[in-house]
């Protein structure tokens, strides 16, 4: 085996359940630093009618389903699209660089949440369990 060529290693679909809870953890904590304080923040809280409010309820809720791997494809897509739409409103009109107007996160979280909708939440998640149980078997739920 070589480093160069793909293989069908195990650790794949694992390795992309891993970054799918740990991406899903620190979105959440964004998300419960908006809408409930805590962690606490530098930032008032913002209103839960206002963009950032609701920007908030998005990071917890979609967070958590990220978290758990229920819904992934779909959840991932409105998580794009809401940094996406965070990025063009409040870092891009600052600098058309992110590394200069601080909207590194914003891509980044952009990029990975477009990747989860296309990859899926891997082995490690109830859409997993979902889809083995639809089939009729569990071999394809990587717990082992």
């Known amino acids: 085996m070589s480093i160069f060529e793909a293989s069908p290693s195990p650790w794949t679909g694992r390795m ?4 799918r809870i740990v991406a899903g953890l620190i979105f959440l904590s964004a998300g419960t630093m908006k809408v409930f304080g805590f ?5 008032p809280m913002p209103p839960l ?3 950032l409010g609701i920007g908030g309820t998005l990071e917890v809720v979609g967070g958590l389903l990220i978290v ?4 992934t494809r779909p959840v991932a897509f409105v998580l794009a699209g809401e ?3 965070a990025y063009f409103q409040f870092h891009f009109p600052q600098s058309f660089f992110p590394t200069v107007n601080n909207g590194i996160p914003a891509v980044l979280y952009c990029f990975l ?3 989860f909708m296309f990859a899926g939440a891997g082995p490690w998640s109830i859409d997993a369990l979902i889809a083995a149980r639809s ?3 569990t071999d394809r739920v990587g717990f082992r």
């Open 16 to 19: 992309l359940s891993l970054l």
């Open 39 to 43: 962690p606490p923040s530098p930032m």
């Open 49 to 51: 009618a206002s963009q």
């Open 68 to 71: 758990l791997g229920l819904f």
């Open 83 to 85: 940094m996406a739409v």
């Open 113 to 115: 949440y477009l990747y």
């Open 135 to 137: 089939v009729g078997t």
